[in-house]
């Protein structure tokens, strides 16, 4: 079993910058693609970045130019630098990979790490 370990939340003024990691571990499977979500409080949870196995990337219009989406050379780690944040980023962040099991597909989802920005 894959299991995705989350790190680097926590809080921050607003401008500044952190940087989230998201390590997998266990029996490591093909990872097609890789995914930040967040979910604020009483809002639902939306899609903030995502990497795709073949190195595209795409961002939620409000995160564009401040957030950068990256992995490791292994592709098992994914991050996200956040820069200039703002108090509408707070939130809990999620990553999420799809792991590529030959017949299927399955969902990995990591334990969520807390930012907050303070303004």
């Known amino acids: 079993q894959m299991h995705l370990v989350e790190s680097g939340g926590g809080l921050v003024q607003a401008g500044g910058s952190l940087t989230l990691s998201c390590a997998a571990s266990?029996?490591?499977?093909?990872?097609?693609?890789m995914t930040w979500y967040r979910q604020a409080p009483g809002k639902q949870r939306e899609l903030v970045a995502s990497?795709?196995?073949?190195?595209?990337?795409s961002y939620l219009d409000p995160v564009k130019g401040r957030f950068t989406i990256s992995r490791n050379n292994r592709k098992d780690t994914v991050y996200l630098q956040m820069n200039t944040l703002k108090p509408e980023d707070t939130a809990v962040y999620y990553c999420h990979m799809v792991g590529d099991h030959d017949v299927s597909f399955k969902d990995y989802w990591g334990q969520g790490t807390q930012v907050t920005v303070s303004s």
């Open positions: 266990g029996n490591i499977v093909p990872i097609t693609l």
């Open positions: 990497l795709s196995g073949g190195g595209r990337s």
